[in-house]
């Protein structure tokens, strides 16, 4: 009931969870009066002012200096985002793409470093590492909580390489392992189409929609599937491997006359401009592109499909045709989005998901024995005692926050 504290059961799991619904009423937005705090937790202004109390006393949450006002103004609290950060990783095959963000999803820093010069196997996975700590020591104050990195191919629960075309040297490389000891936290590995899904579903043009498929097209083609709010990642995390197979064309002329070229955007602007040649050559893709869709289309029955990657940057011009070529084969065609979400989707996402470990583990006051304290800024990160999780499905969370 609105207004009353939990009550009934152990007096420690009724703190917790209190805890827990203050704090989520905090996070992502701007600071909040003790009312205001009550209102969207449903508990008692004495109750927040209580759970206040604690937050603030583990480092979580402060109180904000009142602005020039008439009259005595009310209190403001904020929660403390610059209490940790985590890292979003995105790995290609010429360059390394990183993401440093708050806990509220704040972007920090976004920084690109060239890997061209960078050898294989264990020195690309150094110069990886090495890009990462020339970010954080710009950040001194940075508290780093979790990373993740992304990669072109099949990983695996473990976080474990399975197959990686562009990565060769990378194959059966635990990822997840060799980077929760770069820094001292808890880090994860994840394709870069599963993770491009979750930062659509976060931050994107999936935003509110829990079934959808989402397409990966820059120098490569890949994909993912979102089913009931849920990325699917299948028995071995090879769910959406679709490009791999062949007979759809989708390594043929078709799409490498256009996915990749450094002319791409000079195509697409053309077709703007209704280039007879230039529209072509898009809807030629596009016919392609879709055949490879559909059958996945024709499976799962979504009620989207986002475009993301370096094509993404065609916006309608390419969804269009899309859209008319899955109408063509499909008998329920979905939506067709284009993403705006640029060349950072991959590396968001990867923020998302670390975003969503400090979630499950440091802020789950209802399994934990005893709520964990912020530890002070600029503080030396603690050993990490965790590994990765073995999971075949990460939730997607409903999170919002403010960039």
Sequence with gaps: MRGQALVGGDPAVLRRLNLEAVLHALRGREPMTTSQISKASSLSRQTVDQVL???????????????????????????????????????????????????????????????????????????????????????????????????????????RVR???????????????????????????????????????????????????????????GAALVLGGRLHRGRTGAAGEIAGLAILGWDGS??????????????FAAAAEGDPAAVARVDRFARTYAQGTAAMVLTVNPDLVVISGGISVAGEILAGPMRHHLGRLCLDAPEVRASRL?????????????????????????????????????APPA?????????????????????
């Design 53 to 159: 109390d604690d937050l603030a006393r583990l480092g979580w949450v402060e109180e904000v200096a009142p602005g020039k006002s008439i009259g005595r103004p009310a209190r403001r609290h904020r929660f403390r985002a610059d209490a940790g950060h985590v890292l979003g990783v995105d790995v290609g095959a010429h360059s390394v793409l990183l993401v440093l963000a708050d806990l509220d999803g704040r972007l920090i820093e976004t920084r690109r470093a060239a890997l061209d010069a960078a050898p294989a196997g264990e020195g690309r996975l150094a110069a990886v590492r090495g890009a990462a700590a020339d970010l954080l020591a710009d950040h001194p104050a940075t508290r780093l909580r979790a990373l993740c990195v992304g990669v072109p191919g099949i990983v695996d629960g473990s976080g």
């Design 163 to 221: 197959l990686s075309t562009p990565l060769p040297e990378w194959n059966g490389l635990h990822l997840a392992e060799e980077a929760s000891g770069w820094f001292g936290c808890p880090a994860f590995a994840e394709n870069d189409a599963n993770l491009a899904a979750l930062a659509e579903h976060w931050r994107g043009a999936a935003q509110g929609t829990d079934d959808f498929i989402q397409l990966l097209t820059g120098h490569r083609t």
């Design 254 to 267: 078709d799409l490498a006359d256009l996915r990749g070229e450094a002319d791409t955007a000079q195509v």
């Design 342 to 378: 640029g060349p950072e989707t991959v590396a968001l996402g990867a923020v998302r998901l670390a975003l969503d470990h400090v979630d499950r583990h440091l802020f789950d006051f209802r399994s934990a024995p005893e709520p964990q304290p912020a530890e002070p800024a600029g």
């Design 383 to 403: 050993p990490a005692d965790e590994r990765p999780l073995n999971q075949d499905v990460f939730e997607l969370r409903r999170t919002t926050a403010t960039t």
